[in-house]
Each structure stands twice: as C-alpha cells, then as structure tokens.
C-alpha cells in the first residue's frame, strides 16, 4: 500500500477559519489524506486566508512565491487558496500566481475533494443552497479538550470598514440539532469545553423543535449536556446583548467569566461614522448591565484608530472609554482601507498620527491586562489542562477568565479540569500550582 497523502494547513484570521482548517482536514481526511506539520513534505498545501486589514491579504502572495520552489520540486504539489482572501478575490488569485490550482470560498470548501478529484485549476466562490455542515463528514477531534464550534456564519451590520458581509455573505444560523449533535460528538471525544463561533455570534438565531432559538437558549441547552464543563462565545456584537443571554452569565456556571465585546471607538461622532449604530454611553451601561449579572466577568474588545475623520478629540473619548472600562485584554489595530467598503472612499488620517495613536492606546490596554493578571495572583482558579509545558512536569492551560496559566504539575494529564493557585504573572501568562485538595 502506498502511504497516505500529507496535506498541510496554514491558517490566517479569526477562530472561524481556525473551526474551517479544521473541517477541511476532515473532508479531505476522508478522501484519505493525513495532516502534516511539515510544509515540505506535502502532497497538498491549503492556505486559509484572512482579508480583514491589507497586511493580511497580502501574506498569502508572499506565501505563494515562497511555495514556487516547492512546486518546482514537486510538480504534483496542489496548493489551494481558501478563506476570505478566495472569496474576494476569486479567479483574480489564478491569475496573479501560476503556482495555484485551487480557490475555494468559506461557503464552498465541502466541494474541496470533488475539485481535488477533477483536477486542473479550478474557482468555487459560491454560496451554495445547500448546507455545506450537513455534506461534511463527522467532527474528528485532534486538537485537544478545549473546541470550536461555528454556530453562525456571516453578518448583515455592514460597518463602514469592513470586509466581512462581504465574503462570508448574510447572517446564517445553523439548526440546534444540528448543534447538540457536534457538541455531544465533541465530548464524547473528550472535549470538556466548547467556544461557539460566529462572526456576529449572538445573533444566533437558529431553528429550533419549537420555533428559532437564541444564543441565551442555545448555551442553556448545551449547559445540560453531561462532560461539558466550559462554554464560551465569540464575537459577539453590543447591540445584540439580549437580556436572557447577560442573565445566563449570572446564572451558568458553564458560562466562563470572559466577554469580547468590541467597541472600535469611544467617540460617538466615529461611531456613526463607522454605522455601529450605537454610542459610547450605551456600551458603558451594557457594560453595567454584564458586571451586574456577573460581577468578576472579564471583558475584551477590538479598537481601530485612524479611522477616517478621527480628531484628537475623537481619540481622546477612545482612551477615555478605555480607562472607564477596564479592560481585561483588548486587540487594536491602525485602520486599513479595504477595496469595496464606504469608508475606503474618505480621506485617511496621516499614517504618522495612526501609528502614534495606536501605541498610545497599546500601552494603555497593556497596562490594564497586565494589571487584569496581577489581580489574580494569590487566587484559586481552574485550568484546563490543554497540553504539556516546555520544562518538565509542566502544563498549561487556560483559566475560567481566559488567562494561559502554566502549572507546575507532575501528575498532571492533557484534559483534567485542576484548582490552581496563582503564584506570578507574567507578560502574557500565570504561573500557579495546584491545590492539593482538589487532586
Ligand atoms: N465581527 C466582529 C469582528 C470581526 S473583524 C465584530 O463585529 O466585532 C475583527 C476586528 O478587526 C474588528 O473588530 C475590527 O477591530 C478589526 N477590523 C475590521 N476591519 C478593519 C479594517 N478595515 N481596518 C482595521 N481593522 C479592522
Ligand atoms: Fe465586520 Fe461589523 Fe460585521 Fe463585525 S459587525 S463582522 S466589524 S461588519
Ligand atoms: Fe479574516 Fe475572514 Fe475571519 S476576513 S477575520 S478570516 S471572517
């Protein structure tokens, strides 16, 4: 028997093309190809691309010329352009590099082993009517106990920056069995906690046995499911923050006590500009409303600067949210004119004033996350163990509040759910050892 055929991953992006690589690989596992780690021993390379900002988009052409050498030593070498960047940019990617035989957008990529199998270079950006979930095999864990699940795909907010209606199209729920069906294979495999994904996750709204269901009903559902300790949701959008699902923060201890809420601005003038369609001052008392229901919940968020038209002032209200809240983590990025979106058409900040901006806001959330760790220092906290450390009879893992903790414990096993202690706090870890009690 030959050996199996290897197929290498990258995976630009948010989570989403994270859950994506993954059903890819069990697609294409199916057709018998393994996955590999090691790029040069591929038979097939995939490149899930990201088309947010433009330094995303343009990694996947300097990761092409890099594969040009690779496919000169191995002619049969398929190498396919997955994710936004294929869904945007479609055949234009053919054309640009010879070195591709495959574009397959994140609606299409259940077809990926029927294009592999026609051979010849080959486009499918559709959005096909039928559900690309409901034709892929099985979920097959490989990733450890913590999991992704996509609950929802697309959105319909249309922020004035912003690339993503347009290549993952509308607002798509997936059915709850369907959902109950993933999460029960899931921790049948071992998963012990589940993140549900969408790019605008709380506005799930999908079909239930009675009618649609919620994102607040759908975790409370999946909170009764046996083995499954740990429940998170990502991204989800402030206007979207129903009441049921703030009051299953208070009431679910599966519910962990970490929130990425992105704002993008604290000037109410920008905020328009960007049609986020709420103020500055909403989102502080839907803030209130959170750490009412849960009062020890840590929250993230996502900032631009330097969107178009942002004064000091504007920036000034930025940092002034930013000091009110208190950010437990938080990701900021210089605004990024995407092709086709309306703000791409405005006048753009000077590049020097952006990037000055953007560590003034940096050092800032970096100081609250930094603070944000230290308060934990002394406390008990779980962890899930998700893989081993570098030194020995360590293992690492993330805390209910989404910390990476690394624990120094010898009897310690990749899945086991363990009462630490913190112990010290570094920049972007906790260290802490578990309490005896509890092993
Ligand atoms: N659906 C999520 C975020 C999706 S994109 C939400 O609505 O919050 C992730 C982040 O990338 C955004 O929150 C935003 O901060 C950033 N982003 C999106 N488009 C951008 C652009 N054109 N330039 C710079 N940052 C951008
Ligand atoms: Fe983009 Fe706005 Fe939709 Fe988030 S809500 S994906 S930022 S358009
Ligand atoms: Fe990037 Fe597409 Fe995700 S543009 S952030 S990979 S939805």
Redesign the pocket.
């Known amino acids: 028997m030959s050996d199996p055929k290897k197929l290498f991953i990258k995976t630009y992006g948010?989570q989403m093309n994270v859950y994506d690589s993954e059903r890819m690989a069990e697609a294409m596992g199916a057709e018998g190809y393994v996955t590999t780690e090691v790029q040069e021993e591929a038979d097939m390379v995939l490149l899930n691309t990201c088309h947010?900002?433009e330094k995303a988009s343009e990694k996947l052409y300097s990761d092409l010329g890099r594969l040009r050498a690779l496919k000169l030593e191995k002619p049969n070498l398929k190498v396919g352009v997955a994710g936004c960047v294929a869904q945007a940019e479609g055949a234009e990617i053919l054309r640009r590099s010879s070195v591709v035989d495959l574009v397959v957008g994140p609606q299409a990529y259940h077809r990926l082993p029927q294009m592999v199998a026609a051979g010849g270079r080959l486009v499918d950006t559709d959005f096909p009517v039928e559900d690309k979930f409901s034709v892929l095999p099985a979920r097959k864990v490989t990733r450890g106990p913590a999991a992704f699940l996509t609950v929802q795909e697309g959105?319909d907010?249309f922020?004035a920056?912003?690339?993503?209606p347009y290549t993952r199209g509308a607002e798509v729920s997936r059915p709850v069995a369907r959902l109950l069906d993933e999460a029960r294979g899931l921790v049948a495999q071992g998963v012990r906690e589940i993140t549900l994904l969408g790019?605008?996750v709380n506005a799930y709204h999908g079909e239930g046995p009675d009618g649609a269901w919620g994102l607040a009903r759908l975790v409370r559902e999946l909170a009764l499911v046996e083995g499954l300790e740990r429940l998170r949701y990502t991204?989800s959008?402030p206007n979207d923050m129903e009441d049921d699902l703030i009051a299953a923060h208070g009431d679910l201890p599966q519910l962990m006590p970490y929130l990425h809420l992105?704002v993008?601005s604290g000037s109410d003038r920008i905020l328009k500009a960007m049609n986020r369609k709420h103020t500055a001052d909403a989102y502080l008392r839907l803030v209130d409303r959170i750490r009412a229901a849960r009062p020890d919940i840590l929250l993230s968020s996502?900032?631009?600067v330097g969107f178009p038209g942002e004064t000091d002032a504007d920036f000034a209200a930025t940092m002034d949210l930013i000091r009110t809240v208190g950010f437990g983590m938080a990701?900021s990025?210089?605004?990024?004119?995407?092709p086709g979106?309306p703000?791409a058409e405005k006048d753009p900040v000077p590049a020097e004033v952006a990037d000055a901006r953007l560590q003034e806001l940096q050092s800032l959330v970096t100081a609250q996350q930094r603070a944000a760790q230290e308060a934990m220092v002394g406390r008990e906290v779980s962890v899930l163990y998700e893989k081993p450390g570098r030194l020995p009879g360590q293992m690492v893992g993330k805390s209910d509040h989404l910390h990476a903790v690394h624990v120094q414990d010898e009897a310690g096993r990749i899945g086991q759910l363990v009462r630490v202690r913190v112990s010290g706090s570094s920049s972007n870890s906790l260290a802490a050892v578990p309490v005896s009690a509890a092993h």
């Open positions: 948010c947010i900002r959105c907010k922020c920056f912003c690339v993503v790019q605008n991204t959008h992105p993008q996502d900032f631009i990701f990025f210089k605004y990024s004119a995407r979106t703000a």
